[in-house]
């Protein structure tokens, strides 16, 4: 079992930075590959972005240049850097983990981007 706890939601205004962090406990392998996702109300959960075992990432194009992931393998925890936020990136932010079995979920963060 894993169990991801996400953190460092909250208010920004439009243009400002936020870093959200998850932390993984339980049979976690602590360089696995893992990701972040979003869901805005009334959308599909929407890929972000992915850190794989080694640090390669990949992103989603609207967040590319803007957001950057980085992990701690000491700590077990993913970051997510937002920058240069907008309001259309106003949403709740999944951490999952990827195992060949499935995917783990956090619980979410609202990220809410407004003046």
């Known amino acids: 079992q894993v169990h991801l706890v996400e953190s460092g939601g909250g208010l920004v205004q439009p243009g400002g930075s936020l870093r959200l962090s998850c932390e993984a406990s339980?049979?976690?392998?602590?360089?696995?590959?893992m990701g972040w996702y979003r869901q805005a109300p009334g959308n599909g959960r929407e890929f972000v972005g992915a850190i794989i075992d080694g640090g390669g990432t990949n992103y989603a194009d609207s967040v590319k240049g803007r957001f950057t992931i980085s992990r701690d393998n000491a700590k077990n925890t993913v970051y997510l850097q937002m920058n240069s936020l907008k309001p259309d990136d106003t949403a709740v932010y999944y951490c999952?983990?990827?195992?060949?079995?499935?995917?783990?979920w956090g619980q979410g963060t609202q990220v809410t981007v407004s003046s």
């Open positions: 339980g049979s976690i392998f602590s360089a696995a590959a």
């Open positions: 999952a983990y990827y195992t060949n079995s499935g995917t783990y």
